[in-house]
T-cell receptor, first 113, second 119 residues
Framework: AQSVAQPEDQVNVAEGNPLTVKCTYS??????LFWYVQYPNRGLQFLLK??????LVKGSYGFEAEFNKSQTSFHLKKPSALVSDSALYFC???????????FGKGTMLLVSP | GAVVSQHPSRVICKSGTSVKIECRSL??????MFWYRQFPKQSLMLMAT?????????EQGVEKDKFLINHASLTLSTLTVTSAHPEDSSFYIC???????????????FGPGTRLTVL
């Protein structure tokens, strides 16, 4: 079985400050991890994914995520938040034996001016 | 690249009618497409996996006779909500998988969603 946990319903950060959105996962095999962002009444936009290789993955819009196998985590980060980053962020995992993605419940990021 | 469209973006219908939602991959071919349902302030719930040229695979608890899925080409999948009722009101999102190999590393790209309201 595969599962994802996003422990925070909401993250608040001031513009210009670094941000972190947390994600932990559980799989039986090798994990393939994804981050998506959703703006109100819109579909999901792909940000980045980890397949193999470097633990630090760089993605769209200045976002990056760090894969930590020992802590089974894949936290999303950005060095300097923008107000326009305010949105709903989803972490997703796919076990190597599964054909479908499992999503976390989402974390709302609010960046204040 | 990797753009997925959905049509319509919003639909309001009367109870008992059927509604068809189209999902198209605009700049790539997708052997596999997925249909999700999202309730307010909640995560995505996978409804079914749609494979081109074959029957869709439905998740447990999803009525296949109510949610008809057709994947007739490598760029088009349709979801038809038959005999819609108010409880079917929701945000429906499709995704298309970039790549025809069906690898678990393939990325899903999502459409903008369709807001269905059944009166």
């Amino acid at each position: 079985a595969q599962s994802v946990a996003q422990p925070e319903d909401q993250v608040n950060v001031a513009e210009g400050n670094p941000l972190t959105v947390k994600c932990t996962y559980s799989v039986s095999g090798n994990p393939y991890l994804f981050w998506y962002v959703q703006y109100p009444n819109r579909g999901l936009q792909f940000l980045l994914k980890y397949i193999t290789g470097d633990n630090l993955v760089k993605g769209s819009y200045g976002f990056e995520a760090e894969f930590n196998k020992s802590q089974t985590s894949f936290h999303l980060k950005k060095p300097s938040a923008l107000v326009s980053d305010s949105a709903l962020y989803f972490c997703a995992v796919r076990d190597e034996g599964y054909s479908t993605l499992t999503f976390g419940k989402g974390t709302m990021l609010l960046v204040s001016p | 690249g990797a753009v997925v469209s959905q049509h319509p973006s919003r639909v309001i219908c009367k109870s008992g009618t059927s509604v068809k939602i189209e999902c198209r991959s605009l700049d790539f071919q997708a052997t596999t497409m997925f249909w999700y349902r999202q309730f307010p302030k909640q995560s995505l719930m996978l409804m079914a996996t749609s494979n081109e040229g074959s029957k869709a695979t439905y998740e447990q608890g999803v009525e296949k006779d109510k949610f008809l899925i057709n994947h007739a080409s490598l760029t088009l999948s349709t979801l038809t909500v038959t005999s819609a009722h108010p409880e079917d009101s929701s945000f429906y999102i499709c995704s298309a998988e970039l790549g025809t190999s069906g690898r678990v590393t393939d990325t899903q790209y999502f459409g903008p969603g369709t807001r269905l309201t059944v009166l």
